[in-house]
Nanobody
Framework: QVQLVESGGGLVQAGGSLRLSCAAS????????MGWYRQAPGQQREFVAV???????NLADSVKCRFTISRTNAKNMVFLQMDSLKPEDTAVYYC??????????WGQGTQVTVSS
């Protein structure tokens, strides 16, 4: 099993920045990729960013050039640097750990609110 704990959410004005962190514990050596998803009220959960064990990254078009995903060399923490935030970025942000055929795990989520 893998446990994920997110932190770093909060309230910020449009144009501001936040940095989300996700700490993984447990069977971290089975993690093949870690990513961030978000869910706004009344909306489905959507992909934001992912980073593989090899360090390759991919980001949703809506956040490219504004968000950056990174991780520690120990691969037990992943970060989402969010710059130039917009009100439409308001959502609960979830960390996800992908273990391939062993399945995946979600964190509990952290609220990000961007005021206009």
């Amino acid at each position: 099993q893998v446990q994920l704990v997110e932190s770093g959410g909060g309230l910020v004005q449009a144009g501001g920045s936040l940095r989300l962190s996700c700490a993984a514990s447990g069977n971290i050596f089975s993690i093949s990729a870690m990513g961030w998803y978000r869910q706004a009220p009344g909306q489905q959960r959507e992909f934001v960013a992912v980073i593989t064990g090899g360090g390759s990254t991919n980001l949703a078009d809506s956040v490219k050039c504004r968000f950056t995903i990174s991780r520690t060399n120990a691969k037990n923490m992943v970060f989402l640097q969010m710059d130039s935030l917009k009100p439409e970025d308001t959502a609960v942000y979830y960390c996800k750990a992908d273990l391939g055929i062993k399945g995946y795990y979600w964190g509990q989520g952290t609220q990000v609110t961007v005021s206009s």
